[in-house]
């Protein structure tokens, strides 16, 4: 069930323009608005889920399919033997901001090794 009030349901609705990468029907990739990095994703499952907290043991699937999608997607824009990050900031000390569960894809450049 899609939320209304949520960005990202709506930028898999289709009614928020994106810079979309990537699309199944479990699973959409598109490019941040603020990108931090040259290869900057957010990969997200289509189901409204807040945050990983949200996630029950029969949707861990979902997840599992959205991490071979960040694998192949890393690959095609050939980060994968450069190098990647992929973080998930979940609830306030996590620095969530958006509170649809979504995976930030980072590559491109030498990131910053500071992860705390
Ligand atoms: P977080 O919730 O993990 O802190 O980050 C949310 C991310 O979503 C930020 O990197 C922000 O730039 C991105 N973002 C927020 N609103 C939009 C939007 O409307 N479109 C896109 N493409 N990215 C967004
Ligand atoms: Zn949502």
Redesign the pocket.
Same mark, same amino acid.
């Not at 620095?95 to 958006?98: A, E, L, M, P, Y």
């Given at each position: 069930m899609p939320m209304s009030d949520c960005?990202f349901c709506q #930028?898999a609705q289709g009614k928020?323009p994106?810079?979309m990468v990537y699309e199944d029907d479990q699973v959409i990739a598109?490019?941040? #608005?603020?990108p931090l990095a040259p290869v900057h994703l957010?990969v997200i499952p289509k189901l409204h889920l807040r945050s990983l907290n949200d996630v029950t043991p029969e949707q861990e699937p979902l997840i599992a399919h959205l991490f071979g999608v960040i694998r192949r997607l890393a690959s095609e824009l050939n980060v994968a033997d450069s190098g990647y990050r992929v973080v998930t900031?979940t609830g306030a000390d996590g620095?969530?901001?958006?509170g649809h569960l979504?995976f930030?894809l980072l590559g491109g450049k030498a990131l910053n090794a500071e992860i705390g």
């Open positions: 960005i #930028i928020i994106s810079e598109f490019k941040d #608005i603020h957010l900031n620095g969530q901001v958006v979504h930030h």
